[in-house]
């Protein structure tokens, strides 16, 4: 049986990884498991040692301690869809605009080519006691898209309901409301998402909905829209063959993950997909 893994070690910011594999175990079932990834063998006593003084509730008889690189290891259990769904926290330790500069949680993202699920600096599970709502980022691109699938499946595990996200910035709806070309920005970018859902009816099944949104930036109009949200979970990809160790350049995926309060699941698609 599928099982949830997370990601932890003996920093208080990683231990609060265990809050965010609860809030999705709740509607995932299966098995919840901690796994800790150590260098050599003469540090797995150290590590296990460090973790029997933390509080790890009912889920310490779960925790296996690994050898290996950490995030070699931990991509290998995110990428085998066999294996369940890995959940871990990005560490925050660094200035803003270095949070995960050089991070595991970037590098396993980055070889993974799988749907992580991450907990940012902000990540509040008070403010989710379910995951009623998926919502998934796109822009147009192939690549944005490529999550698409492994949301649907997700929202499914989750008996959640899926919802499509698309910006228009504030300079494309400025040059719609020139004269003839009234309201045509938005009935082309409405356009799209209508079609990316309809499509996604007739594929699989699910019902979508959609919502176009505004503003100066993605990162900023999303990061508005999500702020108010309860039991939620953000998902999109990153771009560039980098991964997420692309963030420090000021991407989308970066500043919500900084941000967002809720669960944000992201994937580096695979070249050629």
């Given at each position: 049986m599928q099982a949830l893994?997370?990601?932890?070690?003996e920093s208080t910011r990683s231990l609060q990884g265990i809050a965010l594999g609860e809030l999705l175990h709740r509607q995932w079932g299966g098995t919840m498991t901690l796994v800790s990834v150590v260098a050599s063998t003469e540090q797995a006593d150290k590590r296990r040692a460090a973790l029997d003084r933390q509080e790890l509730g009912d889920y310490r008889e779960s925790l296996e301690i690994v050898t290996g690189d950490a995030a070699e290891v931990l991509a290998g259990l995110a990428s085998d869809p066999g294996k369940g769904l890995l959940c871990m926290?990005?560490?925050?330790?660094r200035p803003a605009s270095e949070l995960l500069l050089g991070s595991v949680?970037?590098?396993t993202v980055r070889r993974a080519g799988a749907l992580v699920v991450l907990g940012g600096p902000q990540f509040d599970p008070d403010r989710h006691q379910r995951i009623d709502t998926l919502m998934v980022c796109v822009d147009?691109?192939?690549?944005?898209?490529?999550?698409?699938?492994p949301a649907v499946n997700l929202a499914r595990r989750l008996d959640a309901r899926l919802q499509l996200l698309h910006v228009i910035?504030?300079?494309?709806?400025v040059a719609s409301a020139l004269p003839g070309h009234a309201g045509h920005g938005d009935i082309m970018e409405s356009g799209y998402v209508q079609s990316l859902a309809r499509r996604i009816?007739?594929?699989?099944?699910?019902?979508?909905?959609?919502?176009?949104?505004?503003?100066?930036?993605p990162a900023e109009a999303i990061h508005r829209y999500l702020t108010p949200c309860t039991n939620a979970m953000v998902v999109m990809t990153t771009h560039g063959r980098s991964g997420l160790s692309q963030v420090a350049t000021g991407s989308v995926s970066r500043e919500i993950l900084h941000k967002a309060h809720c669960p944000v699941g992201i994937m580096r698609p695979v070249k050629g997909g």
């Open positions: 893994h997370v990601a932890v070690d926290t990005s560490h925050g330790r949680a970037a590098e147009g691109s192939r690549p944005a898209e490529s999550v698409l699938e910035q504030v300079e494309s709806d009816r007739e594929a699989d099944g699910f019902e979508v909905d959609w919502e176009v949104l505004h503003g100066d930036s």
